[in-house]
């Protein structure tokens, strides 16, 4: 991500507070925050190795559960 820097300054006869509020609007206009909250649970896409993997376990626990069934040690719902 691109580094934005936002600059306030202080004009002499300013008090603290509008100070602060002219900078969270400088921010807000921006849009610093809206980018950062949309890309905050964006997840990196899983490699091809581990999704093959994870297929052939699902695959195999399948199996197992098939077996399990017609032995009658599984209950089906």
Do not use: C, D, H
Request: positive net charge; hydrophobic residues 30%.
């Amino acid at each position: 991500m691109a580094k934005t820097v936002i600059e306030v300054r202080k004009n002499p006869n300013e008090n603290n507070a509008s100070v602060l509020r002219r900078f969270s609007r400088r921010i807000q206009e921006s849009g610093i925050i809206r980018k950062v909250k949309s890309s905050r649970y964006n997840l990196r896409k899983e490699s091809k190795l581990k999704t093959k993997k994870s297929a052939l376990k699902k695959i195999e626990r399948r199996k197992e559960i098939e077996k399990l069934k017609k032995l009658g040690k599984m209950v089906t719902k």
